[in-house]
C-alpha cells in the first residue's frame, strides 16, 4: 500500500512555479494557465467566468473559449486531485495537496520552514502582456506573501535566538536580509546575532554592508538601534543540566526533539553566511 505522504502533491506558487508529486515535477505549458490557478486559489471569493476571462483572456479572438483551455490545463496537471466547476468558477482540492502560499499565510511558522520554496517570490518571472489588472493584483499579492515569509524568518530568528540556538538563527536571519535587504531592523538582528556568538568581524562586515546598501539605494544612513547592534554583550554561559543516561533500546527523547525543533534542523540559509556578511 502506498503511503499518503509518498502521494502528496505539492502545488509550489513561490518561485518558477511548479507541482511537485509522487511521479516528479510539473509545469504548465502556458503562463496564463498558472496565473489562472494563482489567482483561483488565492481570490477572496470565486470568481465569474466573465471576469476571469477579461481579466487574463481580454486579447483573446474568443475570451471564454480561451478560458475553457486554461481550467482544462489546471485540471490535467491536477489530474484527479482538484474539481473546478460553476459560475462562478469554485476550485476544490483534494485534503492531501499542500499549496506552499497557503501554508505561509495560515499554517504554522514550523511548518512553513520546511518548505523549499520559503523567501521566493510569487509566480517569480512571471510576464503577462495586456494583462494590466492582474499585474496589479499580482504585485499586491508579492507584497502580502513576502511579508508573511519575512514575518516567520524573523520569528524562527528570535525563537532559536532566545534558547541559544545561535547559529540555526543566523541562517534564518541571513534569509530575512536577503528578502529585506533596506530594512534596519533585519541588518540588526544579524549584527546582534554574530556578535552573540562573538563573530566580530563578521558583524562589523554586516554593519558595513548595510551602510552600503543604504547609502546606494536610499541616500540614507543607519540608525542608532543598527549601530547599537554592534555593542551586543555576549550572552552567559548556560549551565549544563544533569542529564539521565540513555539505555539502550529506549527512544532519545532529545534525538526527537532535534529532528522536529526548527532551531535544531539544518538550515540551507547557513550557506549563505559569506555572501549576507560581504
Not at 15 to 36: C, F, N, T
Amino acid at each position: 500500500m502506498t503511503s499518503a505522504a509518498a502521494t502528496t502533491r505539492t502545488v509550489n506558487l513561490l518561485g518558477r512555479p511548479r507541482i511537485d508529486g509522487p511521479d516528479g515535477g510539473y509545469r504548465m505549458r502556458s503562463r496564463k494557465s498558472w496565473a489562472l490557478l494563482a489567482y483561483l486559489l488565492l481570490s477572496e471569493r470565486p470568481p465569474t467566468r466573465r471576469h476571469l476571462a477579461a481579466l487574463l483572456f481580454d486579447e483573446a479572438d474568443d475570451p471564454l473559449g480561451a478560458l475553457r483551455w486554461g481550467l482544462a490545463e489546471v485540471r490535467r496537471c491536477l489530474a484527479g486531485d482538484v474539481t473546478i466547476d460553476g459560475d462562478p468558477v469554485v476550485l476544490r482540492l483534494d485534503p492531501g495537496i499542500v499549496v506552499d502560499v497557503e501554508v505561509i499565510a495560515s499554517g504554522s511558522w514550523g511548518d512553513a520552514l520546511g518548505l523549499s520554496t520559503l523567501g521566493s517570490e510569487l509566480l517569480e518571472g512571471l510576464i503577462l502582456r495586456g494583462a494590466g489588472v492582474f499585474e496589479s493584483w499580482l504585485l499586491a499579492e508579492q507584497r502580502r506573501v513576502a511579508a508573511a515569509s519575512a514575518d516567520i524568518l524573523r520569528k524562527a530568528a528570535l525563537t532559536c535566538m532566545s534558547r541559544g540556538a545561535y547559529q540555526e538563527a543566523i541562517g534564518y536571519a541571513v534569509r530575512l536580509v536577503a528578502m529585506t535587504p533596506l530594512d534596519e531592523t533585519c541588518h540588526a538582528l544579524l549584527i546582534r546575532l554574530y556578535r552573540m556568538t562573538g563573530d566580530d568581524i563578521a558583524a562589523r562586515r554586516q554593519l558595513a554592508t548595510c551602510t552600503r546598501m543604504l547609502a546606494t539605494e536610499l541616500g540614507t544612513v543607519p540608525r542608532a538601534a543598527v549601530h547599537a547592534a554592534l555593542q551586543e554583550r555576549l550572552p552567559l554561559p548556560a549551565a549544563t543540566a544533569d542529564r539521565p543516561p540513555i539505555r539502550r533500546g529506549q527512544p532519545d527523547a532529545r534525538s526527537h526533539a532535534r529532528e522536529t525543533d526548527p532551531c535544531r534542523r539544518r538550515d540551507p540559509g547557513r550557506t549563505m553566511l559569506t555572501i549576507a556578511a560581504s
